[in-house]
Nanobody, 126 residues
């Protein structure tokens, strides 16, 4: 059974940084996508970034390009999301999710990812 566990969230001030981690266990199929998503109170879950594990290709939502960076450590089976220059609008619960790759992109569309972690809270104050 595939499990994802997020960590690294916290409370920071505007302009500060955080690094989120997503540890994947139980996965037996190596070609997969891992995505990061976020959901603020009263809003729909939105995709932030995605990465293809067998090549490192990445995708980003326009709202985070230039500020957030997704990366992976294949040895540790962990995907990271570096959040720089944080803004109050980035406050949300952040989730990672995984899907097996059968072709196409790893764009972080929540509808296309089927295994989710429990989330980690990021709060940015001004």
């Amino acid at each position: 059974q595939v499990q994802l566990v997020e960590s690294g969230g916290g409370s920071v001030q505007t302009g500060e940084s955080l690094r989120l981690s997503c540890a994947v266990s139980g996965a037996t199929y190596s070609r997969s996508c891992v995505g990061w998503f976020r959901q603020a109170p009263g809003k729909e879950r939105e995709g932030v970034a995605g990465i293809y594990n067998s090549g490192g290709f990445t995708w980003y939502a326009d709202s985070v390009k230039g500020r957030f960076t997704i990366s992976q450590d294949s040895v540790k089976n962990t995907t990271y999301l570096q959040l720089n220059n944080l803004e109050p609008e980035d406050t949300a619960m952040y989730y990672c999710a995984r899907k097996v790759w059968y072709g196409g992109t790893c764009y972080p569309d929540p509808k296309n990812y089927d295994t989710w972690g429990q989330g980690t809270q990021v709060t940015v104050s001004s």
